[in-house]
Structure formats: structure tokens, C-alpha cells
């Protein structure tokens, strides 16, 4: 039995066979043992069982997806439409991984429409739980989800869907400290099972680790978090735009594709495919 398996479900329903699945108890479970969490953010079937096997704790449909995925300027034009689309798809793919769906812009502007949407997260979209940006501004939104049993993960720092497309490091100056600290210490009280540190100093990022006994997730916010988040497409190097600081890309993959697209060209060009053994 692997360690902490008292705190993994059984998937009871769904078109996949049965198997131990990471529940938000597990992932709190892994802060608890000084373990770190593995998530990343992608939106598809294929990426999704990839990286399920090879092993990621959480998977985010981030609504990073409008601009990664969808040639979209900013995550302010992603709709709920949109993450229960790319939800499905991650969902089918996700057996044992826990997988939480981003709430998109203007789907939890209160506590009613927060509520509605996340059920369909869940219902329809798969999600073993739902992401919102911002601290104790929405208080009211996040003790109606918890109250209704939906798992919440909090996003602090870095706010993209306030921000549009500026990318820059949130909580440099003491009150701004002080209100991620504050935020953070607010969003586990009302029972967060994690936070999202994104774009803020590494120190405060341990801070604010140290100081709440939920699980924190960084993104550009240093090594002093409980676990890391990156986006698929920037760790495997197959994003357009330039990559901010924090992404470490561990692979070439935009130019592995265009090798094997244009060999492939090449081939339909020259008459060289299909080949007789490729043909009836
Ligand atoms: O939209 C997203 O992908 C995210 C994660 C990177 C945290 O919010």
C-alpha cells in the first residue's frame, strides 16, 4: 500500500475501470509528510494521460488555456463553456490524478453564480475541485462553495484575469506582504485545501508556506512552496510567446514538431507517401 493510501478515494463512477485516486485529503496529506506536489497545468486528453503516467499529483485546466491553447490575448476572454470543454477532456484521461478546473472571469461574481458554475465543474466537466483568484474580497463565494462540499483552491499574488497580459512580481513592498499573508491566512481559515502563489518574492512565498497548514502551489515563487506549477506547453517548449523567467523548459518540442512536420511534407512533396506498405 503506498503511503497516505487511507486518504486516497475510490473513483466510483465514470467510464474508467476503478482505481486509487489523490482526493484534496491526500494532497493536504502530502504537506502533512513534508512531500512536495507536482501540478501543471494542460487542457487535453493526450497531455493529460501523459502526464498521468509519469506521475504529476494535480493537474490545473488552468484558463491560461485562452492564451496557451486558444491564441486568445489575455484569460479574460475564456469562458466557462471553454473550461468545461478542456475539463472533459483532462478528466477522461485522469484516473488517479486529482484535477482541478479554473474558475474563468466573471463565473464567480457571486456567490450564487459561483456556485452554479462550479457544480458544473464537477458535474459535468469531471473536476475533483475548482480554482478562484483572490483573497478574503471573495469570502462570501468561497464559504458557499465549501459549504455546498466542493473542494477550493485559492490563487493569490499574481492575479491574470485582473492583470490581463502583464506579468509582473506582486507583493515587493511590505503592504503588499502583508495583505498576500493576510489573504492567505484568510483563504485557510474558510478551508482552502491549497493556494496558488503565482509571480510573488520567494521569502513571501515561504511566509506564507510557514504560516498556513494548507498546501501552497508556486508559480514564479521561488522553492519555499509546497509544490510547483508550471504549464505544459512552457516545461516541453512549444509556446510562441517568450517565456517568462520562472519557466524552466525541458524540452525542445516546438522544433522536434516542425522537424517531423516538414519530413513529412517533404515526403508528401516527392511523391515518397505513402509508401506500398502504407497502402491497400
Ligand atoms: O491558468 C493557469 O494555468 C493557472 C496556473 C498556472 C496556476 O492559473
Not at 500500500?1 to 465514470?14: K, L, N, Q, T
Not at 497531455?47 to 488555456?65: N, P
Not at 498576500?180 to 474558510?190: G, N, Q, S, T, V
Request: charged residues 25%; positive net charge; aromatic residues 6%.
Amino acid at each position: 500500500m503506498p503511503a497516505g493510501s487511507a486518504v486516497f478515494a475510490e473513483r466510483s463512477s465514470g467510464p474508467w475501470p476503478k482505481s486509487m485516486k489523490h482526493t484534496s485529503r491526500s494532497i493536504i496529506e502530502k504537506k502533512k509528510q513534508g512531500k512536495r506536489i507536482t501540478a501543471l497545468s494542460l487542457y487535453d486528453y493526450p497531455s493529460a494521460r501523459i502526464a498521468e503516467e509519469a506521475g504529476v499529483d494535480l493537474l490545473m485546466v488552468g484558463d491560461s488555456v485562452g492564451m496557451v491553447f486558444l491564441g486568445q490575448p489575455s484569460t479574460r476572454d475564456v469562458t466557462v463553456e471553454d473550461i468545461l470543454y478542456h475539463t472533459r477532456a483532462v478528466t477522461r484521461a485522469a484516473r488517479q490524478t486529482f484535477v482541478v478546473a479554473d474558475m474563468p472571469i466573471h463565473s464567480y461574481e457571486d456567490p450564487e453564480t459561483a456556485l452554479q458554475n462550479a457544480k458544473r465543474f464537477i458535474d459535468e466537466g469531471g473536476a475533483d475541485a475548482v480554482k478562484l483568484e483572490g483573497g478574503i474580497k471573495i469570502q462570501p463565494q468561497i464559504q458557499k462553495l465549501v459549504a455546498a462540499g466542493i473542494p477550493v483552491m485559492g490563487h493569490l499574488g499574481l492575479l491574470p484575469q485582473s492583470t490581463g497580459s502583464q506579468f509582473h512580481v506582486h507583493g515587493k513592498t511590505p503592504e503588499e506582504a502583508k495583505a498576500i499573508l493576510d489573504d492567505a491566512k484568510a483563504l485557510d481559515r474558510l478551508g482552502v485545501f491549497a493556494i496558488v502563489l503565482e509571480c510573488v518574492p520567494a521569502t513571501l512565498a515561504a511566509a506564507v508556506t510557514q504560516a498556513v497548514p494548507c498546501p501552497t502551489i508556486g508559480i514564479g515563487a521561488g522553492a519555499g512552496t509546497d509544490g510547483q506549477v508550471l504549464v505544459l506547453q512552457d516545461i516541453l517548449g512549444i509556446r510562441s510567446s517568450v517565456s517568462p523567467r520562472f519557466v524552466r523548459r525541458y524540452a525542445k518540442l516546438e522544433e522536434i514538431m516542425k522537424k517531423a512536420i516538414r519530413g513529412y511534407c517533404r515526403d508528401v512533396l516527392r511523391g515518397k507517401f505513402p509508401s506500398h506498405k502504407e497502402s491497400f
